[in-house]
């Protein structure tokens, strides 16, 4: 069932359901290929929208326009703890900065709450300081620097929220020391 989730003003946000499949991932496919460096193929949409469409979220418009969009997946990551991931995030350039990719990030941590996860994992282009602080507001930390991770050539960092007490890495705070360190190339 599709759940629509009412906000103040013009935009409305909901749950993606495959129903929705011909009216919005032409939508969705176009709006990320704007925003992201990969170019990811159709099946790459199907793949996370056909197993965990119930992670992923949309904000409208008043007329049904798409205007943001998280899509998500939750699995075992190996055979450890229950991993959620942020697989892609997009807002029009027009409706940045009025929160939309927080609610959306919001969303899909909050359902992944719901059903257990252990944590919640992404990668972002080093480059890209308006997510990573997004993220770092939201709880993420920074994990690993991958180097020349993207296809563009750009290295990207892993990004993690642990959500329960023992599970993964739990780092207390982050110092000018912990930047430093996160900003030497990894060896792998």
Request: glycine fraction near 6%.
């Amino acid at each position: 069932m599709e759940q629509d989730l009412r906000s103040a003003g013009q935009l409305h946000y909901v749950q993606y359901h495959s129903d929705k499949e011909s009216q919005y991932l032409s939508a969705i496919r176009q709006l990320i290929s704007k925003d992201l460096s990969e170019p990811y193929s159709i099946y790459v949409y199907r793949y996370f929208l056909y197993q965990w469409g119930d992670l992923c979220y949309l904000a409208l418009d008043e007329e049904e326009e798409l205007v943001g969009v998280v899509v998500s997946k939750l699995e075992l990551h190996r055979g450890g703890p229950l991993r959620g991931y942020v697989a892609m995030l997009a807002v029009r350039k027009e409706y940045r900065g009025q929160g939309i990719a927080t609610k959306l990030v919001r969303m899909a941590i909050d359902a992944m709450i719901e059903r257990n996860a252990d944590e919640i994992a992404l990668e972002t282009e080093i480059t890209n300081t308006a997510a990573i602080k997004l993220y770092e507001r939201l709880g993420f930390l920074r994990s690993k620097r991958l180097h020349r991770y993207y296809l563009n050539g750009n290295s990207a960092f892993r990004l993690v929220l642990y959500l329960k007490e023992g599970v993964g890495y739990t780092q207390i705070g982050y110092d000018a020391h912990d930047a430093a360190l996160s900003e030497r190339p990894s060896s792998a």
